[in-house]
């Protein structure tokens, strides 16, 4: 074979492993299943809050503080050992009339390798354990970094989960400070938007600390709501439900 032609052959392998990872990652692609990202544009001036990795008793604690405060109700993607660590926190979200929706067991970082009998546990467990503090078996599921495959999605449609991404997010599951999360959100959020924020710590998350969110979020929703734009319960933009038929109390309104 010539240079020319394995030259020709590694770029279209290249090319290919490219869009492959595009497809898996990207927030809006629906190539391995359907998936939620934002509201359709050209609906009411509203956005959803949304938060992952928790629930972390000393950051989650005081991002509900401040949004009881500020009248908003989000949405929670915990991880199912770190929900295990902290029903009553999740027992207060349901109370108060946040959703709690599934971020996977552990959030395993190489987990995007996993099978199906693997990616099945993961959100099984983690609906048992939120059921159990809660009442209440989510039908929201936010794959850890978006990964998405298909044992990925075949584990979420069989347990008749609707996949959530996003259309915006602070970037602060890593080091941040509150000037640049604001600056990331504030000036781009439009109508619709599915904003990803992070309350807590993933299990293999250390020396992150949330502290930087937790500054965000008041100047956050005031700084949206003096542009026109309300946040709103995920489940109520998307019009979708977020909880299993015969969920109970708050949250499942």
């Not at 290249?14 to 990872?21: H, R, T, W, Y």
């Not at 391995?32 to 050209?42: D, F």
């Not at 003096?226 to 933009?237: A, I, M, V």
Request: glycine share 12%.
């Amino acid at each position: 074979m010539s240079g020319i032609s394995l030259a020709l052959e590694a770029a279209s392998f290249g090319a290919a492993g490219s869009a492959l990872s595009w497809v898996t990652v990207s927030p809006t692609s629906g190539f391995w299943g359907p998936v939620h990202s934002r509201a359709p544009l050209g609906g009411p001036d509203r956005f959803a809050l949304t938060f992952d990795d928790g629930p972390t008793r000393e950051s989650t604690s005081a991002i509900l503080d401040l949004l009881g405060e500020l009248g908003v109700r989000a949405a929670f993607f915990v991880i199912g050992v770190n929900a295990r660590r902290c029903p009553d926190l999740l027992a207060r979200m349901h109370a108060e009339g946040h959703i709690i929706a599934n971020h996977s067991l552990d959030h395993a970082h190489l987990g995007m390798f996993g099978g199906p009998r693997y990616w099945d546990r993961q959100l099984r467990e983690t609906d048992r354990i939120i059921e159990e503090a809660t009442g209440a078996r989510p039908a929201f599921f936010r794959p850890p970094m978006g990964f998405r495959t298909c044992y990925v999605m075949g584990a979420a449609a069989g347990q008749g989960h609707e996949v959530i991404t996003w259309s915006r997010r602070a970037m602060d599951g890593v080091r941040t400070t509150t000037s640049r999360i604001l600056d990331r959100l504030v000036p781009h959020a439009r109508a619709g938007d599915v904003l990803l924020l992070h309350d807590g710590v993933e299990p293999r998350g250390w020396g992150r600390d949330p502290a930087a969110t937790v500054a965000a979020i008041k100047p956050l929703i005031l700084q949206l709501r003096n542009r026109g734009l309300e946040p709103t319960r995920l489940d109520e933009l998307l019009r979708l439900r977020a909880y299993a038929a015969g969920a109970t109390g708050a949250a499942a309104r």
